[in-house]
């Protein structure tokens, strides 16, 4: 049986449960009234098992059972599993906006780690924000930590074709708005789509996120694409709970594989499978919790990076498809071939990135191409700057029109979603195709919580004419299963009295995404006069939501909460017995 001894360092866990006092009594004997024998406090080992298990969280609905497969391994491996949960963000139902809650989950779990009696912890993710809520937080901890993704739903089935999650819900809204699919298809699709348990099968921000885990070293490999119904993902969470255990007795905490190496070869990876936008701001705000920098800027890094894989939304199949093809391992080989990838990068299982890769095989080309023959020559995140976006903003040109990328347009100004969806379909509203319809209002502060409103609907009569895609600009995010000429995350948001804050409708904008110029053809003296007399917005005045609003970072620096950057690692608290 382990003991500390076989330990690197003495384990935190036995500040609790290895005392012979009464303080010892206390911790031991309340917790045997699970039915834990005596012997379980002996020095093993502690595996916490951070659980976002939610019946209001879908995607995260399976992971009791998945915790389950977890313990076998940590007993397996001479550890104790303690499953205990926290706050789950269901990005369905949370409303006004999941990513309002990502900081406040990650305290949840920093505090969840750092003040009980465990010593290593596996974190359970799915749901978008599951998975950056949960690694940061367990960041600031920064104990040995691997995380385990629920895995992404079968592909969906609608009328004899795939359908993907998010993706086919903007698609087919669209056409029944367009008058080309009836609200009966509609209802029907609802059934079709998501059919098993798991989270987005698209490459949208979950399976993003979930590659984000694998391709960072913090996941074993495999994490981003086994469905979460094959039993190869029971089976990935059992041999988690197995390693966590050595992770413990080798010390392999966090920091040691979270280094900026694992960063770069995160952001190259998030191009090559065409992955969410949302992950420049999850992944950000996760390296200042660990202490690497990382800038809105090295998401260039990227942009050269061919996009390899064909999933949607920004091409044809879904995660099933990814996995029967080879998976991640497949696409980082490919990168690690092409000079790409920091091949010495340490991962959760001891071993490098690319011994995990080399021999990964390809089995299908058509889901996951060749750097000879890609999918899309270049992909990546493309950072732009200018008047309207001094601090950055982000396009996904893997997800855009190729004509739009360049592109000078009348802007035609929203300045808040009520205001969008009042009057979108409005029958007077001066708007064609070449207009560039702006947002404001929902940023980090502005909505508040930076809200995924960035792909707006179009007009009614634009769609109409059989047009899909206008160039849209707002400071709010995307869902990653969206698509389209869409500027997103403009910082300063207007809010906080960005420029954004003062574009006006007739306003002409220039948008030029090869030379990542993003500029409103106002002079500064006109700008300078409406800025004299903007208002900014109120402010919440009680609750989370005003702790929010007052400590919330702009979306280039990672939008987490200003007072919870960095780490204050997991010293043991002191006792109040
Ligand atoms: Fe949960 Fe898409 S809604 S992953």
């Given amino acids: 049986m382990a003991d500390s001894n076989q330990t690197k360092k003495p384990l935190r866990s036995q500040a609790w449960f290895g005392l012979k006092d009464r303080d010892g009594f206390l911790h031991r004997s309340w917790m045997k009234n699970q ?40 007993h397996e491996a001479g550890g104790l599993p303690l499953e205990f949960p926290v706050m789950s963000l269901g990005e369905t139902n949370l409303r006004p906006t999941a990513m309002l809650f990502r900081n406040l989950a990650s305290m949840d779990v920093e505090e969840s780690i750092r003040g009980n009696p465990m010593d290593g912890v596996i974190l359970l993710v799915g749901c978008d924000k599951t998975t950056p809520a949960l690694l940061m937080g367990a960041a600031s901890c920064n104990l040995p930590a691997l995380a385990v993704s629920g895995g992404p739903m079968l592909n969906g089935r609608f009328r004899g074709k795939n359908i993907g ?30 059919r098993s348990r798991g989270h987005c099968m698209t490459m949208g921000t979950a399976s993003t996120m979930a590659s984000m885990v694998e391709s960072l070293g913090m996941g074993l490999p495999h994490n981003a694409a086994i469905p979460a119904v094959d039993a190869r993902r029971q089976v990935l969470a059992h041999l988690a709970g197995r390693r966590i255990v050595d992770m413990v007795r080798e010390d392999l905490t966090m920091d040691k594989i979270l280094t900026r190496q694992a960063f770069e070869n995160a952001i190259r990876t998030n191009a090559a499978i065409g992955g969410s936008t949302n992950a420049v701001v999850h992944l950000i705000a996760l390296a200042k919790r660990i202490g690497v920098e990382l800038s809105l800027e090295d998401w260039e890094l990227g942009s ?12 044809e199949y879904l995660m099933e498809d990814f996995y029967y093809a080879g998976g991640l391992p497949a696409v980082l080989k490919q990168l690690g071939e092409q000079g790409l990838l920091h091949r ?38 493309a950072v732009l700057k200018g008047n309207l976006a001094p601090n950055g903003a982000v396009i996904k040109p893997s997800a855009a029109t190729p004509h739009l990328l360049k592109h000078r347009g009348r802007a035609v100004v929203f300045e808040n979603i009520e205001e969008l969806h009042a009057k979108i379909d409005d029958e007077s509203l001066d708007i064609d195709e070449h207009c560039i319809m702006v947002l404001k209002g929902a940023g980090p502060k502005g ?9 707006m609907p179009l007009p009614k009569k634009v769609l109409q004419k059989g047009i899909t895609d206008m160039v849209r600009i707002s400071d709010g995010r995307m869902s990653g299963t969206a698509y389209g000429s869409v500027v997103l995350h403009v910082s300063p948001e207007a809010a906080a009295g960005g420029p954004l804050a003062f574009v006006q409708t007739g306003d002409m904008i220039e948008l030029d995404v090869d030379a990542r110029r993003l500029h409103l053809d106002v002079t500064d003296e006109e700008l300078a006069r409406r800025r004299a007399a903007w208002q900014p917005p109120a402010p919440p005045t009680r609750g989370y939501y005003k702790l929010y609003v007052e400590h919330v970072l702009q979306a280039d620096q990672g939008a987490d909460l200003d007072f919870l950057v960095g780490s204050s690692g997991a010293p043991v608290p002191r006792d109040s017995h």
Wanted: charged share 20%; glycine share 10%; aromatic share 8%.
């Fill in 447 to 455: 909505y508040p919580g930076f809200a995924e409103v960035g792909n």
């Fill in 165 to 194: 999650s998010g993706t086919g819900v903007w698609q087919m809204s669209e056409e029944v708005r367009a008058g080309t699919m009836t609200q009966e298809e509609f209802t029907e699709a609802e059934s079709c789509m998501n």
């Fill in 344 to 381: 010495e990068a340490l991962t959760v299982n001891g071993k490098t990135l690319w011994d995990n890769v080399r021999n990964a095989p390809n089995h299908d080309e058509k889901v996951i191409t060749t750097f000879a023959e890609p999918f899309k020559p270049k992909a990546g995140i």
């Fill in 35 to 74: 039915g834990i024998p005596h012997d379980e406090f002996d020095g093993r080992p502690v595996i916490g098992i951070c659980n976002t298990w939610s019946e209001l969280t879908p995607c995260n609905a399976h992971f009791r059972e998945l915790a389950e497969y977890v313990k076998k391994g940590v």
């Fill in 304 to 315: 050269n990076v061919p996009c390899l894989v064909n999933l949607q939304p920004s091409g």
